[in-house]
T-cell receptor, first 107, second 117 residues
Framework: EDQVTQSPEALRLQEGESSSLNCSYT??????LFWYRQDPGKGPEFLFT???AGEEKEKERLKATLTKKESFLHITAPKPEDSATYLC????????FGEGTQLTVNP | SAVISQKPSRDICQRGTSLTIQCQVD?????MFWYRQQPGQSLTLIAT?????????ESGFVIDKFPISRPNLTFSTLTVSNMSPEDSSIYLC??????????????FGEGSRLTVL
């Protein structure tokens, strides 16, 4: 059974304090790893797709990386507007979501 | 990207009643997906709705409890029947991105937050 574990569950940062979120996974035949951002009261918003180990994708202050066992979402010099829950999902035979990391960036 | 509208955005319901959630997409799509997001838990797929055929339900979800309609390529409804407090959750409609057919690149509606008393 495919599994996705995200850590930490919650993370508080000061504005400008860079950090990383982790997504560990086990899947039979990875067909893609996906990162989403979810703001309170909203549906998830698609951010990135990664397909193979070593691949990296960037968008503004976010960079996603992928290894054979985990993915990291690096947040460089975060701002308060980066506060959200970040969800990771893997596609094997089906799409499996993690429980998310709730990020709070204080000004 | 697809624009997805869901109604209602939130509702408070009495035990034993049923509620229908509507999902409207701004473009024609083959598949529409219904997810449930319970507090502190991951997104769980309830069913996949294809136009012109019966919805495909995931393990643990049955048609009698969650009947789905898909009358055309831009619209779907999910009914939560005979509700109990355990059905309190956010229900999300989603579609695949145009470049992500068969992958996990999904666009979501803003969700319908149901509270069952």
């Amino acid at each position: 059974e495919d599994q996705v574990t995200q850590s930490p569950e919650a993370l508080r940062l000061q504005e400008g304090e860079s950090s990383s979120l982790n997504c560990s996974y086990t899947v039979s035949g990875l067909r893609g790893l996906f990162w989403y951002r979810q703001d309170p009261g909203k549906g998830p918003e698609f951010l990135f797709t990664l397909y193979s180990a070593g691949e990296e994708k960037e968008k503004e202050r976010l960079k996603a990386t992928l290894t054979k066992k985990e993915s990291f979402l690096h947040i460089t010099a975060p701002k308060p507007e980066d506060s959200a829950t970040y969800l990771c999902a893997v596609k094997g035979s089906r799409l499996t979501f993690g429980e998310g990391t709730q990020l709070t960036v204080n000004p | 990207s697809a624009v997805i509208s869901q109604k209602p955005s939130r509702d408070i319901c009495q035990r034993g009643t049923s509620l229908t959630i509507q999902c409207q997409v701004d473009s024609q799509v083959t598949m529409m997906f219904w997810y449930r997001q319970q507090p502190g838990q991951s997104l769980t797929l309830i069913a996949t709705a294809n136009q012109g055929s019966e919805a495909t339900y995931e393990s643990g979800f049955v048609i009698d409890k969650f009947p789905i309609s898909r009358p055309n390529l831009t619209f779907s409804t999910l009914t939560v029947s005979n509700m109990s407090p355990e059905d309190s959750s956010i229900y999300l409609c989603s579609v695949e991105g145009r470049t992500g057919v068969g992958t996990g690149e999904l666009f979501f509606g803003e969700g319908s937050r149901l509270t069952v008393l």
